[in-house]
């Protein structure tokens, strides 16, 4: 790949959309160079939303299209950072 590319992913609700974003993220697995996952959670409280962050790696063309199969999914946000190289 010829530039850095980091997916922000936010799910609006985990309960619902963890399974397919789980899915595609594992079928991506190998373009996936670091995962971080965040949500707020406390002693009474586990959010049903979160964000996950996505360093990638691999062919370029590969690693958009698991960004456009998350966007596809309903309460998945997908937003992009790229840096040259």
């Not at 590319?5 to 309960?15: P, S």
């Not at 697995?29 to 707020?40: D, E, N």
């Not at 996505?54 to 199969?69: I, N, P, Q, S, V």
């Amino acid at each position: 790949m010829q530039s850095h590319l980091i997916f922000g992913i936010h799910v609006t609700d985990r309960t619902k959309q963890a399974g397919k974003v789980q899915e595609l993220l594992t079928q991506y697995g190998c373009q996936i160079k670091t995962r971080v996952g965040l949500h707020h959670v406390d002693e009474t409280t586990c959010s049903q939303s979160g964000v996950i962050l996505l360093e990638m790696f691999g062919e370029e063309a590969t690693c958009r299209e698991l960004g456009a199969k998350l966007r596809g999914l309903a309460g998945v946000d997908v937003q992009q950072m790229e840096f040259a190289h």
